[in-house]
């Protein structure tokens, strides 16, 4: 459990931050526990710490979001960002993704994009078994705020 973070700048402490409740196993890589990165697309560090070890009832290894507010020049708890799990940052098409994996090996990827500062879920792949040896494959997509189903395809 992570119950203090101190941020410095040059030697001098500018922020102390309480997070909320976390746990996780203390066999996790040190490199695992605190990630740096940007995390919004604005080019400044943002951070974020394990909320949990285990995974969350949708699958993905949910996370303590900090994004860093220039203008202040502080670390902001963002919740908005909590429903990412298992993120991957894709700077180039600035989008965030998220894997998670389901029932009977049914594996999601969700990808968000950033609306107002917060990310919005845009796009749904999901890839399930319908029997042994034969997957099924969906892709939605976010259209005037509803998701369509773009394709649907049976994989043998």
């Known amino acids: 459990m992570i119950s203090e973070i101190k941020v410095f700048r040059n030697g001098d402490l500018i922020q102390n931050i309480i997070p909320s409740k976390n746990e996780f196993f203390y066999s996790l890589k040190k490199e695992s526990i605190l990630k740096i990165e940007d995390m919004n697309f ?12 285990y995974m969350d009832e949708n699958g993905g290894f949910p996370f303590l979001y900090w994004i860093f507010n220039p203008s202040k ?11 990412i799990t298992s993120p991957e940052f894709d ?10 994996f389901g029932y009977l090996n ?9 609306k107002n500062k917060k990310p919005i879920l845009t796009e749904k792949h999901i890839e399930m ?28």
């Open 42 to 53: 604005d080019n400044h560090i943002d951070f974020r710490i394990p909320k949990s070890s």
């Open 73 to 83: 020049g502080i670390f902001e708890k963002k919740s908005s960002f909590e429903d």
């Open 91 to 100: 700077h180039k098409n600035e989008e965030i993704m998220s894997k998670r």
């Open 106 to 114: 049914t594996k999601h990827l969700y990808i968000y994009k950033l």
């Open 129 to 156: 078994y319908v029997k042994q040896g034969v997957k099924k494959s969906e892709y939605w997509k976010l259209v005037h705020d509803e998701f369509k189903l773009i394709e649907s395809k049976i994989i043998e």
